[in-house]
Each structure stands twice: as structure tokens, then as C-alpha cells.
């Protein structure tokens, strides 16, 4: 069975730090991968998502990047982290574009 | 540019009653799912609906894609405190996409 994580699930980081956040899934393979941010517990604002190894898709102009440096494995990072960038964090996955998404457990980010 | 619109936004309710909530759009999807998420979890996908009219039911909800493919209901009988979070759909838009399209939620509270 497919399973996904996010690391770390809390993180408080100083205004102007840098960022970093990690997800892998198992279990198989050429996954579509999606980074959203979701604030107040409303609705979810794709980020990123990339179809491939190194393909990556921006969805707004932010302060932050991602990358996709092995086929199961998506990162999240920024250089200097703004008050703006809190929020809930979550990763997904899925076989295809357009098909249903499989979500991690969420990283709780506060800038401070 | 394809949009979801969910109501009612907030929705608090006794146990034991019955409600429903709607997500809409002026645009045509291949598909559509509906997804419940618990305060500080990830969303988890409750049922995709692909054929227009199709009705689908998982225990005490059962959910509705609109003959045109433009929208859906999601009805709970019964309402029970386990009921309790925020309800999203999302739609793969007709002509494909490689992402989905979320609504912006339907925060139900079902107080015991």
C-alpha cells in the first residue's frame, strides 16, 4: 500500500530563516506530486506540483521553491522565511493528473 | 479559470439532524471528489463521482454528481459529533488539467 510523509510536523522558525520541508511517499511509483498551504483551516492554495523528476510547476509568485530531487521525494524551501509564509503545510500525491489525491499528515509552520 | 463554489461556508448543527452541502461551478468536470478533514490532519478522500447523476452512498452520506457534470451535493443523515470537519470537493476539469480544481470548504460542527 501507498503510504505519504511530511517532516517535521511542527516547525517555529525566526523571520528571515531558512525553510525546509520534506515528503516522500512509498509505495509507488512516477507519483504527480502537489505542495498546498492552507490557512485558518479553509481551503487549500496549490503551491507547487510537478508531473516529474526535476519538473516543477509554480502556481503563485511567492517566496518560496520547490524541487523534486528523486522521483518519491518533494521539498519545500525558501532562503529567508517571511511572517506571511505561516500555515499548514501539506503534501500529495497522485497516480495521475487529475485523478484523486492522497494527503500527508501536514506541517504546522509559524514564523515568528 | 474553473471555480468551485462551496455553501453553506459554516454549518453547526444538533446530533442527530440531517443536512446538506453544495458545491457548484459554471464549468464542466470529469470527475469530482469529496474530501473530510479533522483540525490538524491532512484531507482524506471520501468518494469520487464520475458519471453525471451518479449517486453514491458511504453509510449515513450520499453524494450527487449533477446531470451536467457541474456540480454536487453531499447529504448526512444523522449527523453524528464524528461528522464534525471541514468538507472540500475538488474537480478534474473537462479537457483535462494537471491539477485539481478545491472548493474553498464547508466547515460542519455537529455538537452533541
Known amino acids: 500500500s501507498q503510504t505519504i510523509h511530511q517532516w517535521p510536523a511542527t516547525l517555529v522558525q525566526p523571520v528571515g530563516s531558512p525553510l525546509s520541508l520534506e515528503c516522500t511517499v512509498e509505495?509507488?511509483?512516477?507519483?504527480?506530486l502537489y505542495w498546498y498551504r492552507q490557512a485558518a483551516g479553509r481551503g487549500l492554495q496549490l503551491l507547487f506540483y510537478?508531473?516529474?523528476?526535476?519538473?516543477i510547476s509554480s502556481e503563485v509568485p511567492q517566496n518560496l521553491s520547490a524541487s523534486r530531487p528523486q522521483d518519491r521525494q518533494f521539498i519545500l524551501s525558501s532562503k529567508k522565511l517571511l511572517l506571511s509564509d505561516s500555515g499548514f503545510y501539506l503534501c500529495?500525491?497522485?497516480?495521475?493528473?487529475?485523478?484523486?489525491?492522497?494527503f500527508g499528515p501536514g506541517t504546522r509552520l509559524t514564523v515568528l | 479559470t474553473q471555480l468551485l463554489e462551496q455553501s453553506p461556508q459554516f454549518l453547526s448543527i444538533q446530533e442527530g439532524e440531517n443536512l446538506t452541502v453544495y458545491c457548484n461551478s459554471s464549468?464542466?468536470?470529469?470527475?469530482l471528489q469529496w474530501y473530510r478533514q479533522e483540525p490538524g490532519e491532512g484531507p482524506v478522500l471520501l468518494v469520487t463521482?464520475?458519471?453525471?447523476?451518479e449517486v453514491k452512498k458511504l453509510k449515513r452520506l450520499t453524494f450527487q454528481f449533477g446531470d451536467a457534470r457541474k456540480d454536487s451535493s453531499l447529504h448526512i443523515t444523522a449527523a453524528q459529533p464524528g461528522d464534525t470537519g471541514l468538507y472540500l470537493c475538488?474537480?478534474?476539469?473537462?479537457?483535462?488539467?494537471?491539477?485539481?480544481?478545491f472548493g474553498k470548504g464547508t466547515k460542519l460542527t455537529v455538537n452533541p
Open positions: 500529495a500525491w497522485s497516480r495521475t493528473s487529475g485523478d484523486e489525491q492522497f
Open positions: 509505495g509507488t511509483s512516477n507519483p504527480n
Open positions: 510537478s508531473v516529474g523528476i526535476g519538473q
Open positions: 464549468s464542466v468536470f470529469s470527475s
Open positions: 463521482v464520475v458519471t453525471g447523476g
Open positions: 475538488a474537480g478534474d476539469p473537462q479537457g483535462g488539467s494537471e491539477k485539481l480544481v
